[in-house]
Nanobody, 124 residues
Framework: QVQLVESGGGLVQPGGSLRLSCAAS????????MGWYRQAPGKQRELVAT???????NYADSVKGRFTISRDDTKNTVYLQMNSLKPEDTAVYYC??????????????????WGQGTQVTVSS
């Protein structure tokens, strides 16, 4: 229905920066919320940041002041700029999008899609 493809993960030293991207594709009518979540080994998936279609943002306390989420609705893409990275930021980062899309039967319906995940490793 709606596919999300992430890019931009990798290995970075503590204090470094990375920028994640996530592009949504499919028969999209509107995307209400786009966000980033992460899951470290042995831990539950947790929210990192979200941004609404109106531009409102929400951040986990652990990333406030270091990470910035933004979106480009002309490209159905959400970004996560990560600065001052710490070893505890190491995790698989997942993109999420909620909105409305056309079904194969040409009927509008809600969707909630996840990307495949991209690894971010912060280590010296």
């Amino acid at each position: 229905q709606v596919q999300l493809v992430e890019s931009g993960g990798g290995l970075v030293q503590p204090g470094g920066s990375l920028r994640l991207s996530c592009a949504a594709s499919g028969r999209i009518i509107a995307i209400y919320v786009m966000g980033w979540y992460r899951q470290a080994p042995g831990k539950q998936r947790e929210l990192v940041a979200t941004v609404t279609s109106g531009g409102s943002t929400n951040y986990a306390d652990s990333v406030k002041g270091r990470f910035t989420i933004s979106r480009d609705d002309t490209k159905n893409t959400v970004y996560l700029q990560m600065n001052s990275l710490k070893p505890e930021d190491t995790a698989v980062y997942y993109c999420n999008a909620e909105g409305k899309a056309w079904s194969k039967e040409q009927i509008p319906g809600n969707f909630n899609s996840w990307g495949q995940g991209t690894q971010v490793t912060v280590s010296s």
